[in-house]
């Protein structure tokens, strides 16, 4: 079985504690049909191959995937044919890789596998289906935005770059960030008022959404970003704190149209790992009739009391 490390030898490795019997047979069986219907869409030619003679079947052969994939073509065999043997992290992205696995797919083939799925070091952003940015627009007057659980905003509508539009700067990675906004904008122009009573809740919300990145590159820096820009931040961070996100009343002030009380309700958008749809709707009549005024206000920013110019998106 050429290619073939100990780890991955049937019988070899120590399944890590799981499901029962028959959920472990399942999954298999689950993981075997997934494996051959996958395997039958890939052509040779799609993994540069060369298209032989006529097949039988449609897609690549055992052997072929085995090849590619530098594993030994009975352990692949079994593979497909729902065997109790294990299978390590490496040998599963190289067969991913063979199969042209997206994503989702290839987190899918990591669960029926029973195998924890590694996080990239570089994760890629998140693409959003231009839809979202339509939805987003067809919520106007109200505002509304995209954001990931780091609270990088995504996208967004015009009211919300309305209310929120600032100079001041992004995160080191240049991302719009509330959670960097609101503990790193100077109070003369920080629009969120009632930011003592929220930021506690946003600080859980982040640390519970870290537990499922601790030790990424790009979450490590960004923690480290906030610990250093804020002792407001730091002091929150070291409670420990967990939350789930949940909808809550934020005041929010704006010099041309005054203090907005409005409602945020968070909803996530399937296909998107992590990502919501954040959307303010007023408390009361006197703040509906606020937004709709931020609303038809013109582009191009306006400036602050303090003498600061409001030009772009914050991402508060």
């Not at 009211?159 to 700067?169: D, G, I, K, N, V």
């Not at 003592?196 to 919300?205: D, I, K, N």
């Not at 967990?242 to 009380?261: C, D, E, I, N, Y």
């Not at 920013?301 to 303090?306: F, I, M, N, S, V």
């Amino acid at each position: 079985m050429a290619g073939m490390t100990v780890l991955d030898l049937p019988g070899t490795a120590t399944p890590a504690p799981g499901p029962g019997p028959a959920r472990r047979d399942r999954r298999r069986t689950e993981l075997a049909e997934y494996l051959r219907a996958r395997r039958a869409r890939v052509s040779p030619e799609d993994v540069g191959l060369p298209p032989g003679l006529r097949r039988r079947t449609p897609g690549l052969r055992r052997e072929e995937v085995a090849q590619l994939a530098g594993v030994g073509v009975t352990w692949y065999t079994w593979l497909e044919q729902g065997r109790p043997i294990n299978a390590s992290a490496q040998v599963l992205t190289a067969v991913a890789r063979v199969l042209l696995l997206d994503a989702t797919e290839r987190e899918h083939l990591f669960r029926l596998a029973g195998v924890a799925l590694r996080p990239s070091a570089h994760p890629e952003p998140p693409v959003l289906d231009p839809s979202t940015q339509v939805i987003l627009d067809a919520l106007a007057p109200l505002p509304a935005a995209v954001s990931n659980s780091r609270f990088d905003v995504l996208a967004w509508n015009a009211t919300y770059e309305a209310l929120f539009a600032t100079s001041r700067p992004r995160t080191a990675d240049g991302w719009f960030n509330s959670l960097w906004c609101t503990v790193t904008s100077p109070e003369c122009c920080n629009p969120f008022l009632n930011r003592t009573e929220q930021l506690p809740h946003m600080v859980a919300v982040l640390r519970g959404a870290y537990g499922k990145h601790v030790g990424e590159p790009p979450w490590e820096e960004y923690v480290r970003s906030l610990l250093d820009a804020s002792a407001e931040f730091r002091e929150l961070w070291a409670r420990q704190e967990v939350s789930p996100r949940r909808t809550a009343l934020k005041v929010f002030r704006h010099p041309q149209v005054g203090v907005m009380r409005l409602n945020a309700t968070y909803l996530t958008i399937p296909g998107v790992p992590e990502a919501f749809v954040a959307v303010f709707t007023p408390d009361g009549p006197e703040d509906r009739e606020r937004v709709e005024r931020l609303a038809a206000m013109p582009s191009g920013g306006w400036t602050a009391p303090c003498g600061h110019r409001m030009t772009g998106p914050a991402g508060c």
